[in-house]
């Protein structure tokens, strides 16, 4: 079946501008998180949903970002006033809810956000 | 969650098993140990986790010391395409919580 995909894979964008990742878990998948990872970095938490809740936004580094999952499914990262330290990949993953299954993350290829 | 070290790089030569080791000496009772990988301009992949018996599945081998203070990921026969960054993170397992991920284990398999 088909895995978790990320759309676009590579954004430029100017400082200050507003942008939109998006993100589709595999169907059925009642968990979605959203990392990203600076080079050299291993992935950065910062979201997660159960459902269209966020259960977990410890991790969103300050209130220019903001991430939705209207209808469960489908997630959008939104960034606001862009800043030259956002750039870097923006990764999504999903699991199900609970259970052996919950143990694994499966991940999308990553948006890679370059902000100039 | 307990904190994770591992050495930032590795070797192994094609055909050979490659052992990651990983510590973990805060490893709290009810947290297991798992193991990704990032395969370069990939997302993470998830390969085995397990709580304090050896584990083994079609990727690999996980060997937990009985103080459960570190642990050993084992590729029985690396091949090229092993070539990665290997993560070990420990988490409570059975619920749909975050990774957190250090700066992983580089691993480069050579001809």
């Known amino acids: 079946g088909a895995g978790v995909s990320q759309t676009p894979s590579n954004k430029v964008t100017e400082k200050g501008k507003y942008v939109e990742l998006r993100c589709d878990p595999i169907?059925?998948?009642?968990?979605l998180y959203w990392y990203r990872q600076s080079l050299g970095q291993g992935p950065e938490f910062l979201i997660y949903?159960?459902?269209?809740?966020?259960?977990?936004d410890s991790g969103l580094p300050n209130d220019r970002f903001f991430a939705v999952r209207p209808e469960g499914s489908v997630s959008t990262l939104k960034i606001q006033r862009t800043e030259r330290g956002d750039s870097a990949v923006y990764l999504c993953?999903?699991?199900?809810?609970?259970?052996?299954?919950?143990?694994?993350?499966?991940f999308g290829p990553g948006t890679r956000l370059t902000v100039l | 969650d307990a904190k994770t070290t591992q050495p930032p790089s590795m070797d192994c030569a094609e055909g050979r098993a490659a052992n990651l080791p990983c510590n973990h000496s805060t490893i709290s009772g009810n947290e297991y140990v798992y193991w990704y990988r990032q395969i370069h301009s990939q997302g993470p992949q998830y390969i085995i986790h397990?709580?304090?018996n050896n584990e083994t599945n079609e990727m690999a081998s996980l060997i937990i010391t009985e103080d459960r203070k570190s642990s050993t990921l084992i590729l029985p026969h690396a091949t090229l395409r092993d070539t990665a960054v290997y993560y070990c993170i420990v988490r409570v397992t059975g619920t749909a919580s975050k990774l957190t991920f250090g700066t992983g284990t580089r691993l480069q398999v050579t001809l």
């Open positions: 949903f159960q459902g269209t809740g966020a259960a977990d």
């Open positions: 397990g709580l304090k």
């Open positions: 169907s059925g998948h009642t968990a």
């Open positions: 993953a999903s699991s199900p809810r609970a259970g052996l299954a919950a143990n694994e993350q499966f």
